[in-house]
């Protein structure tokens, strides 16, 4: 079936370190992929995705590259604000089925 | 434009009883979701609706939950009898999507159920 693994947190840098989170996927044939956060006090919000293998999606500084030989989507940021303390989903859609969620990260930027 | 609507904001009840959320989609969106999000977890499909016929509700607990959507707009999920386990946020999405690719749902801020 379909699924998304992402990296436990919570996960606690400091303002401008750079940050990773690992998502990895199993789907067959060709799925898309996502990133929603949900941001404290507020529903979730699309912030970037990929639809085919090789694409990267971006957004706010964040970014993302679906690599298909590594089932993986890991999201990165050059440097975090206090501002991107949040909790942020990983997800898929295959054949036109419904988004799959993995458990969320959350995350934790200190002045 | 407005976001999606959901209400209540909060709900406790105790278990054996029952409970309705409601949601009002953005204006024009065919495609209408049903999650719950336990905590600790990722939102987890309940139901999906495409103007008022329904998708997939193969996670849908049909002994307990029901779910509809008349005209094709506003939707309104009830559990009876709630369990403890039922204990979740209620999140409803939309999207304009036609094709089914799924491709950007915009979600509400939800409802909190607590089950005592």
């Known amino acids: 079936g379909n699924s998304v693994t992402q990296m436990e947190g919570p996960v606690t840098l400091s303002e401008e370190a750079f940050l990773t989170i690992n998502c990895t996927y199993t789907?067959?044939?060709?799925?898309?992929l996502f990133w929603y956060v949900q941001y404290p006090g507020e529903g979730l919000q699309l912030l970037l995705k990929?639809?085919?293998?090789?694409d990267k999606g971006s957004n706010k500084g964040f970014e993302a590259t679906y690599r298909k030989e590594t089932t993986s989507f890991h999201l990165e940021k050059g440097s975090v604000q206090v501002s991107d303390s949040a909790v942020y989903f990983c997800?898929?859609?295959?054949?036109?089925?419904?988004?799959?969620f993995g458990k969320g990260t959350s995350l934790l930027v200190t002045p | 434009e407005a976001g999606v609507a959901q209400s209540p904001r909060y709900k406790i009840i105790e278990k054996r009883q029952s409970v309705a959320f409601w949601c009002n989609p953005i204006?024009?969106?065919?495609?209408l979701y049903w999650y719950q999000q336990i905590l600790g977890q990722g939102p987890k499909l309940l139901i999906q609706?495409?103007?008022?016929?329904?998708?997939?509700d193969s996670q849908l607990p049909k002994d307990r939950f029901s779910a509809e959507r008349l005209k094709g707009v506003d939707s309104t999920l009830k559990i009876q009898p709630a369990k403890l386990e039922d204990s979740a946020v209620y999140l409803c999405?939309?999207?304009?999507?036609?094709?089914?690719?799924?491709?950007?749902?915009?979600f509400g801020s939800g409802t909190q159920l607590s089950v005592l």
């Open positions: 204006s024009g969106h065919a495609t």
């Open positions: 990929a639809t085919k293998a090789d």
């Open positions: 789907a067959t044939g060709y799925p898309s």
């Open positions: 997800a898929l859609s295959n054949s036109g089925y419904a988004l799959n």
């Open positions: 999405a939309s999207s304009a999507d036609r094709t089914g690719r799924n491709e950007k749902l915009f």
């Open positions: 609706f495409q103007n008022n016929g329904v998708v997939d």
